[in-house]
């Protein structure tokens, strides 16, 4: 199995909803991260984690909160957001080590908030 | 903050040109990656290169990694409409976890 599973693929919220993105992988990687890309541009790392630790949050507002209950699953909570925060989240995984920067990616979430 | 200079940003070429992708940086790379996004999806892996001078082919896609480790191109011969997408280089060479990406190529190649 080398893939990596994302639900939903689509979500609309408002911005006082409480909503959350789930990830799940069974590669057996133990690095997983969420990105964030807007339309035609690279993607942003927001947050990874390294053995089920967050070990990177590139200061992303509260209002994401990301959570990794086991070495398989990636959430990304979601909280109060701006319609600027509209764009598709992207979860990767990896192996750690010397692997490390060479990702898979799901097919993302496209999230719009209104 | 390390930079990958990535050129040209948008590429509309009619079926069966040639490209030539640029990945430019001024710092040493230990390892760069070729990604290709098609719309409505993830970046896909296309291949890695570790070593400078490498040069890896992929079908119609060759990858050259430069001596110095700095820069990479892919070339794309006898294009098609399936190879439409965001072409994205990725570079580490700093700390575990944080690649530099590219800013991108969008290609569309016309039928």
């Known amino acids: 199995d080398t893939e990596v599973t994302q639900t939903p693929k689509h979500l609309v919220m408002g911005m006082t909803n409480k909503k959350s993105l789930k990830c799940e992988q069974h590669m057996g990687h133990r690095a997983m991260y969420w990105y964030k890309q807007k339309a035609k541009k690279p993607p942003e790392l927001m947050f990874v984690?390294?053995?089920?630790?967050?070990?990177i949050n590139e200061s992303v507002p509260s209002r994401f909160s990301p959570e990794c209950p086991n070495s398989s699953l990636l959430n990304l909570h979601l909280h109060a957001l701006q319609p600027e925060d509209s764009a598709l989240y992207l979860c990767a995984s990896s192996q750690v080590g010397s692997g490390a920067n060479v990702l898979t990616f799901g097919a993302g979430s496209r999230l719009t908030v209104l | 903050t390390q930079l990958l200079e990535q050129s040209p940003q948008f590429l509309s070429i009619q079926e069966g040109e040639n490209l030539t992708v640029y990945c430019n940086s001024s710092?040493?790379?230990?390892?760069l990656q070729w990604y290709r996004q098609e719309p409505g999806e993830g970046p896909v892996l296309l291949v890695t290169v570790v070593t400078g001078g490498e040069v890896k082919k992929l079908k119609r896609l060759t990858f050259q990694f430069g001596d110095a480790r700095k820069d990479s191109s892919l070339h794309i011969t006898a294009a098609q409409p399936g190879d439409t997408g965001l072409y994205l280089c990725?570079?580490?060479?700093?700390?575990?976890?944080?690649?530099?990406f590219g800013k991108g190529t969008l290609l569309t190649v016309n039928p």
């Open positions: 984690y390294s053995y089920e630790k967050l070990s």
């Open positions: 990725a570079a580490s060479g700093g700390s575990n976890y944080k690649l530099t």
């Open positions: 710092s040493v790379f230990s390892s």
